[in-house]
C-alpha cells in the first residue's frame, strides 16, 4: 500500500526586511507539502504504528529532499507538520510524521542530527498550522528557534492530511537574544 497524494505545494518565503531594517543576507524559509488521502480507516483504528512505518520513508522520500532543494542552500533549522483533515484525527498526522522512517529521510537530506520539531491538529480547508523550526545540529541555538506559518487555500480536505516538511538557511531575521545559558543565575 502507498500513498495516494492529491498535490504537492512547494512555496519559498524570503525575508528581505524585518522592522524597518535589511536581512542580509536574505531569510528564506522552503516549505514542502504533501495532500494525501488519510490512509487511516474512518472510525477507531488501535494500531497506527504499523501503516505509519509502512509509509513513512515514501512520504519522507517524497517531501524531505525536495525542500532541501527548494531552499537552494544550506538548511540550518528545520521542522514538519501534519494538518489533518475532518473525518480524520490528530493522531492519524501524529503517527505520519513522529516517524523514523519519514523524519530519518528528512533529517539526513538536511544534514541535521537533532529532532524535527513539530506541529499537528485537526483543521477545516485553509486552516493555517504553524510549524516550530530548531537548528539541525544543536536545538538549544536560541537564533534558530522560530515558528513558521504555512496556510493554503483548499486543503486539506475531508480526509485528507497534509504533511510538511520546513527548511530556513538561517535563524530569524535579526535575532539577537543571548545564547543559551548566558542568563545570570
Known amino acids: 500500500m502507498g500513498i495516494t497524494v492529491r498535490k504537492i505545494i512547494k512555496q519559498l518565503d524570503e525575508t528581505r526586511r524585518e522592522n524597518g531594517r535589511p536581512v542580509e ?4 524559509v522552503a516549505f514542502v507539502a504533501a495532500v494525501i488521502e488519510n490512509p487511516y480507516p474512518e472510525g477507531y483504528v488501535d494500531d497506527l504504528v504499523t501503516l505509519a512505518d509502512e509509509l513513512g520513508e515514501e512520504i519522507g522520500e517524497l517531501l524531505g529532499p525536495a525542500c532541501v532543494e527548494l531552499l537552494g542552500g544550506e538548511v540550518e533549522a528545520f521542522g514538519k507538520a501534519a494538518l489533518v483533515g475532518i473525518g480524520g484525527e490528530v493522531e492519524h498526522g501524529s503517527a505520519l510524521i513522529h516517524n523514523l522512517r519519514f523524519g530519518n529521510v528528512f533529517r539526513s537530506a538536511a544534514g541535521g542530527t537533532e529532532l ?18 530548531k537548528h539541525k545540529t544543536d536545538a538549544k541555538t536560541r ?12 486543503v486539506p480536505r475531508p480526509r ?15 535575532a539577537r537574544l543571548a545564547s543559551f545559558g548566558a542568563e545570570t543565575k
Not at 160 to 174: F, K, N, Q, S, T
Request: glycine share 6%; proline share 12%.
Open 25 to 28: 543576507p536574505v531569510h528564506r
Open 116 to 133: 524535527l520539531p513539530a506541529a499537528e491538529k485537526v483543521g477545516l480547508p485553509g486552516a493555517p498550522i504553524d510549524i516550530p523550526l
Open 143 to 154: 537564533s534558530h528557534h522560530q515558528t513558521v506559518t504555512l496556510q493554503l487555500a483548499d
Open 160 to 174: 485528507e492530511i497534509v504533511v510538511i516538511c520546513a527548511a530556513a538557511d538561517a535563524g530569524r531575521p535579526l
